[in-house]
Every structure is written in C-alpha cells, then in structure tokens.
C-alpha cells in the first residue's frame, strides 16, 4: 500500500490578521522552487485538438474546469488553491462546448458605459462575480477596458468607450464588484489594444504624453478604483517591443509608478519568450497551449538555474500571484465547486436589465417614441425579434436558457430568448406582428397600413475580426429605407457593437440605440419604447458620418489590402495621439453623425447656477439639476474642462466629471463634483509627472460633447502632481 500524502502544512501564510504581504513573504519562504514555478504557469481548460494545426497536442488537465479558459495549479502542501479562470466581463462565459453553462449576460460592456453610472457598472460586476464563484471559478478575465481608437473594432462591444475617465471609473467599478465575492479579477488588455485586425504582430506607434493622457490614464484611473488582482497584457506590440515583454509598459508604468503589487497575466496566445518575458515584467504565462512554446514551464526553470532569470525574481513572480490570492480571499475562502443550484437567476435578471434599461440610448424622436397608446397596429420588423436579442462573440460568449444560434451578414450568432415582440404585446393592446425582413418589398408592404413600424437593425461583432466598414451588415440599410419609404412612422431599434452610419437617418422617425442588452434586453427594449421608464443612456463613443473622419480610414495592418505579407505590422496612434473619439472630432473640426455624451428623453432637464472654484490641485463644481418635464427619469451630468490660453492640450477640450442623477418630476438637487486633477493636466515625461499650467479656464455643462449648456471660468495657479496624479 503506498503511504498517504503528508498532511499540509499550517503556517503564518494561513493568518488572516497578517496583512497580504506578510503571507505571501511567509508562503514564498516556506515553498520549493518547483511550487513556485507552479504558479506561474497556467493551461487552457479546454479540449483543443484544433491546435497546432488539428494534430492532437493537448489536452486539458485534469483538474480544472472543463471548457473554461483556463487552469493554475494550486500548492496543496501549503494550503494554496489552484485558480480556476473564466472569461470574462459579461458574464461567465464557456468555451466551445456541446453542452455550454448557462448563465446571466450583462448587456455588453460599451452599454454599461452608455449608463454613465458607476453603480450600474458595480452591480452588473458584482453578480457576474456571484455567477463566477457559484460556478466553481475565483479568477475572473474581466475588466475589459481599451479605448475606442477605432470603430471597427471587433471587440468594441467588451470595452468601455472612448474617454479615459467614462472608461476607467465605469471598469474601475466593474472590476471592484467582481471582487467583491472574494475572487480575482483581472483589467485588460494592457495596452492600445484597439483593433482585431494582425492584433498578435500589430506594432503600436505612441509618444509617451499621447499614451499617457489617453489609453494608460483609462487603465490608472480603473487600477486605482478597482485594485485588480491581476493585469492582463495584451496582444499588440507597442513602441517595438510585445505588450507581455514591454519593460517599460509592464515594469515601470504598471509596478514602478502607479504601484501595482498584483500580478501580469499573458493573453492566451500573448507570451513570446521565456527570459525576456520574464525580466521585463510577465508573472504568468496563460492557456498553454496557445503559445509556442510553454515558455514558463521546463524552460523558465532552466533559466532560473542557470541565472538568466534570477531566484529573486521568480520569488517576485510567485509572491505577486499569491498576493493578489490572499488580498482577494480567495485563499481563505475557496471556491467549493460547481454549486450553480444556488444561483438566483431572478434576482440577476433584474440587476442585467436595470442595467440594459439605462443603457439604451434615445438618438433620435421626432415624436414616435415613447409608442402611442391609440395605436391600433404595431409590425415589427427584422433583427429577430420575435425570438430575442443580439450578443457578441468570441471568448466572452456567454451562453443562457433558451438560446439560439442565427446566421449573420459576418457569422454565427447567439441570441437570447428574450423577444422584444412578446414584451411589447404584453404592454400594448395593438395588434403586434413580426416580419422577417428577408424580402425588402414584402416588407414594405407589411409597413404601409401600420400606425407604428419598428425596424430591428442588428450588427453583430466578435473576437478576432473587424467589420469591413461601419454600415450595418447585408441588405439592412435597403431593408430601413424601404420601409421607412413606405411609412414614415418608423422606429429603428440599433442593436450594434459600437459606432454604425445611418444613410436612412432622415427617413425614419425615432432611433434607439440599445447595443447588445443582455439576457433580459427585450424586456428593457419594450419598457423604453412604450413610456414605463425614460431613456437615460448616453454615448460613451462618438458616432462617425463616416469612416473618412477617422484617423485611419482604412485599418493598418489589413493583410488584404497590402500585396506584403508583412510579419511586423505599423500603425501610427501619433496621429491623434490622446485625441481619441470626441477629442478628434473636437480638433479637426468635423460634425460628426452623433457626438460623444448625446442621447434624448421623454421629459426635459435644466442644469443652473454652475460654479467652479479652485480646490487645491483641481477643481470643485457645483450646480443644481431640475427635472422640469412630465416623466420621472435620470440625467447625466456632463462637465467638460477647456484652458482659455493653449495648455498643451490634445484638443480644445477634455470630459472633466460626470454624474448620474435619478429625479421625480419637478424635483431638483444640487450636486458637488470634483474634477480629477490629472485632467486638467499634461504629462511630463522627462520629469514623469503631471503638470497643470497657470491661468483661466473654462468649466461647462453639456448634453454632449458638441452641446455646451452653461460656462463658467476659474483661474489656477501653476502647479505639479505626482506620476500617480497627487
């Protein structure tokens, strides 16, 4: 009989009183080298024959979760539990599986961004969390978070639009209410990952102010509100060198200036050497077998007996990991499982469509919306909505009860049986049909007798391809002008992953903008366009007329439209450098289709008495908001900041604060916001600092970018912050 395994040891590494540093000192001192090695190199979760190129290779280890992105060995010895990892930041997705989870979606992280409300964003985190912890997983790859650079970007849908303040405070508390449930989440993907196109060579080309005041202020300012356990770098390389062996993005931005003790996570497929990765910076290799080669398993030991990598920093590598476990709790309470039985699907449908319902976003109305009650015949049209709603694809699909699968223009999507037909003729007493929409005429004329025809224009966008172009797919924009031809009572309902051109936009009566809403989305749908709540959301992302006013009109690095298969591909973000979205549009001068910060209601507000004072190295504002319609409803609040003299700006004007504010009719409050100093500031990167310049400058009130409503001045003296905007 063979003996028993030693019991596992208790040491000061299991004190809870001990703060994090002290037990993962403690753990690190007590392990082997092989333990440590163990928690730096991670494995994919599930079946991939279909790597190196469908000669069976790999398979996934035992002990993780099956089809799940990935598994990282624990220390029993010590008490320490694997990590178990699950994209990713809309729900708890699942791999390619016959028989995937099924869970709660949020709606898509630029919709929860289009709230505006940061505890929108926390709720929405802190039940995916839940589902994630229930589910048996206590690392969660979440906290998606690049900067819409470019509108063509597949994965638009999982990020957080365009500014760095709306992107980083909206992921910031996305991520602070996933750890919430005592599991690690991770931001990602470090950085200027902003397009799908040659994403694993393309070479990102930015001046240290540009990235600064732009794409790493998102990622700081989401870093300092959610305090990730884990950074996940990103595909890209940037300035020459791979995000996840970039000493100067991985060491001395991340660890050295802003003081993240956490550790780096590749992406799947993102490690690209062992002692060069390991030396400037990666902690943990991800989802071998993704990589070429496992770079941190046999190869980084050797490299540490050899001296290439030091014991020391193999010690720094580990310690990070076990850092973020024990901060996080998830050492002291460990997941048990898989106990999805007690997941309360209810109560997180409530808490996705709260979320969907504010997210929607009224474009346009030219009195349409919300339905009228005498109308006696509603036909909806397209998009599927008889059966449900559109959700992205790729490695965050989330899967729920009763989906199903549906051919689009560029693939196969999912969609959840949530019907927007069902939910609105279950508020109306209209007679309320559906057409398909596959034949134009047919239609058409299916519209013509209606009182009210709502058109469903859908674009579906995943990981791993870009859209060709920003109209949507197929025959849709025929199929809107058409029938909005034949009835010019026509609402378009958009569900897209980002920015689309809109050639029918002065046919139709009314646009709602409702991205793709989540598992409860044609309940949210059907409730703003029949009256029981107002449209709150607004545009975290500014809508181009078209792709000319890009800075790139065509996408770099498109091997199609090259004759060079070239392996190290460029793409020059010098040209807007920190002028991103609005900023762009703001400095050349361009109109867009719809700005930055815009979207419509039912009832009115009225922003007064705004004032600014210097507070310190920022600024304090004061104002007072006033529902003065017939709808109860929420109000954005939009502060921008502009200096009077050129400040070395990237453009005339920056988002300074924002607010979300829910108010009764007739109700008014007076509201105190706080402008972030850095916002006010440009960075200085021979003193690696912040720097605002002297004299006046203007705060404004906006219903978007391009809609200032009150100004007021203040003048500041010149003054300095820290690299960490203090």
């Not at 730096?40 to 790999?58: E, H, P, Q």
């Not at 039912?602 to 007072?624: C, D, E, R, W």
Request: glycine share 10%.
């Amino acid at each position: 009989m063979a003996d028993a395994p030693p019991a596992p040891l208790d040491g000061p590494w299991l004190n809870s009183t001990l703060s994090a540093e002290a037990r993962a000192d403690a753990a690190i001192a007590a392990m082997t080298q092989s333990e440590k090695l163990l928690l730096v190199f991670g494995y994919y979760s599930t079946n991939a024959d279909w790597m190196g190129g469908g000669v069976k290779r790999f398979e996934p280890p035992k002990d993780g979760l099956p089809y799940s992105a990935g598994y990282v060995p624990g220390v029993p010895r010590l008490q320490i539990p694997a990590q178990w990892e699950t994209d990713a930041a809309i729900g708890v997705a699942t791999q390619s599986s016959p028989t995937p989870r099924l869970r709660t979606a949020l709606p898509s992280g630029l919709a929860t961004a289009a709230t505006w409300n940061p505890d929108a964003a926390f709720d929405g985190g802190a039940m995916i969390g839940n589902e994630a912890r229930l589910s048996g997983f206590n690392v969660h790859l979440a906290g998606g978070m690049n900067l819409i650079r470019e509108p063509r970007n597949g994965r638009n849908f999982e990020y957080s639009g365009e500014d760095p303040l709306l992107a980083g405070v909206i992921t910031g508390n996305a991520i602070k209410g996933v750890q919430s449930n005592r599991i690690i989440s991770t931001m990602k993907h470090f950085a200027f990952n902003a397009q799908e196109t040659n994403r694993n060579h393309i070479d990102v080309k930015i001046a240290e102010p540009a990235a600064r005041q732009s794409d790493l202020l998102a990622f700081q300012i989401a870093y300092e509100i959610g305090n990730p356990g884990s950074v996940m770098c990103a595909y890209n390389r940037i300035n020459g060198a791979y995000s996840c062996e970039n000493d100067w993005l991985l060491n001395k931005v991340l660890k050295e200036d802003w003081g993240f003790k956490g550790y780096v996570m590749s992406d799947w497929g993102g490690t690209h050497s062992t002692i060069p990765a390991a030396n400037t910076g990666l902690d943990q290799q991800s989802g071998w077998a993704f990589d070429r080669s496992p770079y941190f398993h046999a190869a980084l030991a050797e490299a540490v007996n050899n001296g290439h990598v030091s014991r020391s920093r193999l010690d720094d590598m580990a310690r990070r990991v076990l850092w973020a476990m024990f901060t996080n709790g998830v050492v002291d309470t460990p997941v048990k499982g898989d106990q999805s039985a007690l997941i309360d699907f209810a109560a997180h449908a409530k808490i996705t469509q709260a979320a969907a319902e504010q997210s929607l976003v009224l474009l346009k109305n030219d009195g349409l919306l919300p339905l009228s009650k005498t109308a006696k015949k509603i036909v909806l049209i397209g998009g599927h909505a008889d059966f449900g709603v559109l959700s992205g694809g790729g490695s965050s699909q989330v899967y729920a009860t009763g989906f199903q699968s549906f051919e689009e223009p560029l693939g196969k999507a999912v969609f959840y049986a949530s019907s927007p037909l069902k939910a609105i003729a279950a508020r109306s007493s209209a007679a309320v049909s559906y057409h398909d929409g596959k034949d134009i005429k047919a239609a058409a004329r299916a519209a013509r007798d209606a009182d009210i025809v709502i058109v469903f224009g859908t674009q579906w966008t995943a990981e791993g391809l870009d859209t060709p172009d920003l109209n949507l797919p197929g025959n849709q924009d025929a199929l809107i002008s058409a029938v909005a031809k034949a009835n010019r009572k026509t609402v378009v309902v958009l569900q897209t992953g980002g920015p689309v051109v809109m050639p029918w936009l002065d046919k139709v009566g009314a646009i709602l903008e409702a991205w793709y809403p989540g598992t409860s989305g044609g309940e949210a749908i059907a409730r703003v366009l029949t009256g029981e709540i107002n449209p709150s959301g607004r545009l975290p992302v500014t809508f181009p007329a078209s792709v000319a006013q890009l800075p790139r009109p065509k996408i770099d690095g498109d091997p199609k439209l090259s004759e060079l298969d070239d392996p190290h591909p460029h793409t020059d973000y010098d040209i807007e450098g920190a002028a991103v979205g609005y900023k762009w549009f703001d400095k050349k001068n361009l109109q867009p289709l719809f700005p930055f910060g815009h979207g419509l209601s039912y009832t009115t507000f009225s922003t007064s008495s705004l004032s600014a004072q210097p507070a310190g190295k920022t600024i304090s504002v004061s104002l007072n908001v006033k529902n003065t319609g017939k709808y109860p409803g929420r109000t954005v609040t939009q502060i921008y900041v502009s200096p009077v003299e050129d400040a070395g700006w990237e453009a005339p004007k920056r988002l300074g604060t924002f607010t979300s504010t829910e108010l009764k009719v007739g109700e008014s409050k007076t509201l105190s916001l706080t402008v972030d100093p850095r916002l006010i500031s440009t960075f200085d990167p021979k003193n690696n600092r912040w720097s605002i310049k002297g004299g006046t400058y203007k705060v404004m009130t906006g219903d978007s970018a391009t809609r200032i409503t009150n100004t007021t001045t203040v003048t500041l003296d010149q003054q300095t912050l820290s690299v960490r905007g203090q």
